[in-house]
């Protein structure tokens, strides 16, 4: 079965802090996807990054850095100097022979 | 380039009655995916489409049901509605598999009365 836990349900930062969101995966595919995406209060979701099973490598985009730790299962997400207009819900999810999602983290980032 | 499309925005209807909900993909994506999301079971995938064939599956009673037309446009269909079923309906188009990049519409608000 696969599974992905967001243990952080919400997180309060004040402006031009750091924020890492957390996200634990369990899957018995060798070969899977890991994904994160932002749903603003529009609605719709936004892609943000993808990355396969075979590519433990870091990522960094502006702000955004990815943390991928198989040996952890785990597929962390931070937001460097955050901005009012990252507050989101954040999504991490996992594909493999299913798709499946994480509960989301609310991020609220104040003035 | 014009985005993911859904329509409508927002549905009521009442309980037993049947629905469709209708995506139109980015120009020249062929893959399409449809997600419900609710407060409680949160994101949830339903279904996808690729060149017209489904190709996977969630775990959602027969009830649900879909499909893609030759131009990538799909559709969704639920019949016998519950209340149960109220939610935001999402679609997302992808170039090929879902496995790529995918972009979501602003979804469907369903409200089952």
């Known amino acids: 079965a696969q599974k992905v836990t967001q243990a952080q349900t919400e997180i309060s930062v004040v402006e031009k802090e750091d924020v890492t969101l957390d996200c634990v995966y369990e899957?018995?595919?060798?070969?899977?996807?890991l994904f994160w995406y932002k749903q603003p209060p529009s609605g719709e979701l936004v892609f943000l990054i993808r990355?396969?099973?075979?590519?433990?490598q870091n990522e960094i985009s502006g702000r955004y850095s990815w943390n991928f730790q198989k040996s952890t299962s785990s597929f962390n997400f931070t937001i460097t100097a955050s901005q009012v207009v990252d507050s989101a819900v954040y999504f991490c999810?996992?594909?493999?022979?299913?798709?499946?999602f994480g509960p989301g983290t609310r991020l609220s980032v104040l003035p | 380039k014009a985005g993911v499309t859904q329509t409508p925005r927002y549905l009521i209807k009442t309980r037993g009655q049947q629905v469709t909900l209708s995506c139109s993909p980015i120009s020249g994506h062929r893959s399409v995916s449809w997600y419900q999301q609710t407060p409680g079971q949160g994101l949830q995938f339903l279904f996808e489409y690729f060149s017209e064939t489904q190709r996977n599956k969630g775990n959602f009673p027969g009830r649900f049901s879909g499909r893609q037309f030759s131009n990538s446009r799909s559709e969704m269909n639920v019949s016998t509605l519950e209340l149960g079923d109220s939610a935001l309906y999402l679609c997302a188009s992808s170039l090929f598999q879902p496995n790529t990049e995918a972009f979501f519409g602003q979804g469907t608000r369903l409200t089952v009365v």
């Open positions: 999810a996992l594909r493999g022979q299913n798709f499946v």
């Open positions: 899957t018995r595919d060798t070969t899977y996807y």
């Open positions: 990355r396969n099973s075979f590519d433990e």
